[in-house]
């Protein structure tokens, strides 16, 4: 299981945001598909209680039944991205039926530049037209929302493939919530006694 993005894939594609350059000890956690009741609700506890930022790609049908939830993560401090609102795989539709499913998830989700496309796929041809966007990928995959992996080796995973600067993908859905629940509080933890912050991506 690899769990720290090929080195290739940045060379592929070096106009998205794979991992944030840096030197200092920061770490930058995303949690992708929700907001839902329950998961997200622990991932908010849980960056508030090791004083953590974050970033939510959220799904703009998730915002439209959950709207308390999207406003607790704003009021929160935390960022907010684009995950399209139907969380639709660029390779399956059209260009313009992409951009329209982006468009009516930023009609919910609100102001922001951030998107990152659902299962990290998407034409060349729709990132392009996407150009006002931050797109952001990630360096770090948690796997969180695999039944075949262990939430053990979640975690050990998470932790072997981090680094300055990492981008980190978890998913704060029903699918991830079991790995994603034993796994997240013991990244936070394990990171903040190493001397590293965690932040979001708004300032980027």
Known sequence: MI???PFFLPLLYPGLLWRVPTNEKKLYLTFDDGPVNGPTEFVLEELKRFDAKA???????NVEQHP????????????????????????????DSYLKDVERC???????????????????SQLKKLSDYR??????????????????????????ASRSGSIIVFHDSYKAEKNMMHALPRVLDHFKQSGYQFESLSDL
């Open 68 to 95: 308390q939830i999207h406003q607790r993560i704003l009021q929160e401090g935390h960022a907010v991205g684009n995950h399209t609102f139907n969380h639709i795989k660029g390779w399956n539709v059209s260009v």
């Open 3 to 5: 769990f720290r993005t």
């Open 135 to 160: 797109i952001v990928m990630w360096d770090v995959l948690s796997y969180d929302y695999s039944n075949s992996v262990a939430k053990e080796t979640c975690l050990k995973g998470v932790i072997r």
């Open 106 to 124: 930023q009609n919910l989700v609100g102001p922001t530049k951030l998107f990152r496309p659902p299962y990290g796929r998407a034409k060349r």
């Open 55 to 61: 970033t939510f790609f959220c799904i703009g049908n």
